[in-house]
């Protein structure tokens, strides 16, 4: 069963979807170039087996999430628990498989939420309506609490961070159990 996150993630990574509007004649072209170049990318797909050279060009996202895709799919076709998670239930296999489960999609969410091209789906970022103008190679705002906007966006990226690396955690503490 697809979650939210994932089907919003999978929305934006189709690799034969036109880059550009289709109303607009002036942007045919690229969209035509770009279906026979994603043929090209498919097939570097098949011949290297993990990747093509579009993949890897922001390769730490595309990692994340097919990491957080796979899990999801583990979680809905795993058939067993390790026993770690048994003795925590007190034997109860039921209730250990449940936690497992959890767990794992709890980690798969963790990742979603730590992809920079979910970010807005994942969080709410604050409007900047104020006027920024560049100066020296310096970002300097005419108006308006600038303040509030630059703390919400580092924040969204200090908590994209800590989700990353509390799912690698949790990741690196059960890779053994990945096999089930």
């Not at 993630?9 to 002036?26: C, G, I, T, V």
Request: hydrophobic share 40%; charged share 35%; with cysteine.
């Amino acid at each position: 069963m697809k979650s939210v996150v994932r089907a919003e993630y999978e929305k934006h990574k189709d690799l034969f979807a036109p880059y550009l509007n289709w109303k607009y004649p002036s942007c045919w072209w690229g969209n035509i170039r770009w279906f026979f170049r994603s043929f090209k990318l498919a097939f570097e797909r098949a011949r290297k087996g993990y990747s093509c050279n579009y993949d890897i060009m922001d390769f730490n996202d595309y990692f994340v999430g097919v990491m957080a895709c796979a899990l999801e799919d583990f979680a809905d076709k795993n058939i067993g628990v390790p026993q770690d998670y048994i003795d925590a239930a007190d034997g109860d296999d039921e209730k250990a498989f449940e936690n497992w489960n959890n767990d794992i999609r709890r980690v798969s969410q963790l990742l979603f939420k730590s992809l920079e091209s979910l970010e807005e789906f994942n969080y709410e970022i604050p409007k900047m309506s104020d006027i920024v103008v560049y100066k020296d190679n310096k970002v300097e705002f005419v108006s308006g609490p600038e303040d509030k906007w630059i703390n919400k966006t580092r924040e969204i990226a200090f908590d994209r961070i800590k989700c990353r690396k509390e799912a690698f955690e949790w990741l690196n503490e059960h890779w053994e159990n990945l096999w089930i």
